[in-house]
């Protein structure tokens, strides 16, 4: 059974052999998603890890940045790479013309809301090549709305991505998904995290809420039982951190 990373090196070793898994059973859109505030700060630090799995292959890869600054930032640090590097594309210079018939694999770096046209473009012109979108935030509410054209933007894009890696904390719980493994949801009891359901699809909004409450018992609170106990939950030792605020950490650290 797949377990919780401990750190951003062992989240991204892990998601190499989802998207690997994924990419050999025939996936062609993928997303790896580590749901981090500010995440996309680090990107281009995460990509340099994240690439050599698709290098493997021999496959003729395309990186692309969500915009010109990003990219050309890339291609200064990444000296003497075998790759082209390219932004998703601007009115004057669409992704159209960016996608190439010898490209063989495309790899799209922290795109957001903001592109999420030019992100389903790119997978529209890519066809059966793979299309793999490292930490996306491609459903920002105030960008996309909520409205039927919002509803017709997941319908015909957002759910065709397979997220073969998937990790993000809420509280005292973790939802996490590294593929072939189902979607499961963690829950932290005394310092340490326990797998407390697993789901063919993603759990979201009152079926998340129902797994944790049966988790905890906090579908039903009885008043004289709090009371009681009391004295015992204020002597319990206090709990460590979120596995996802550590990582958030060790991600600031980068940048020192």
Known sequence: MT??????????AQAMEATKAALQ???TRLQIEIVV?????????LAKQFIPILLET????????????AAALARRDWQDVTFKIEDIGT??????????????CFLLIAPSAVEVAQAEKLSNLAGDR???????????VSIVGI?????????RFIKTLESCYYIRSFG??????CYPSPWQVWFEENGQYKLIAEQPEKPVGDQLDMILAEATGTAKTDNSASSSSSSETIAAPPKRKGLLTEIQKFLRALTN
Do not use: C, H, W
Not at 58 to 69: C, E, M, W, Y
Not at 91 to 104: A, F, G, I, L, N
């Open 3 to 12: 377990k919780l990373p401990n750190d951003i090196d062992e989240a991204i």
């Open 25 to 27: 059973d025939g996936y």
């Open 37 to 45: 505030p500010e995440i996309e700060l680090q990107a281009q630090s």
């Open 58 to 69: 021999g496959t003729q890869l395309k990186v692309f940045f969500p915009d010109t600054g």
């Open 91 to 104: 009115s004057r210079s669409p992704v159209d013309k960016k996608v190439e018939p010898e490209d063989q």
């Open 130 to 140: 793979p299309v793999v979108m490292l930490i996306p935030r491609l459903e920002d």
């Open 147 to 155: 409205g039927y054209a919002a509803r017709q933007l997941r319908e």
């Open 172 to 177: 005292e719980g973790a939802l996490y998904r």
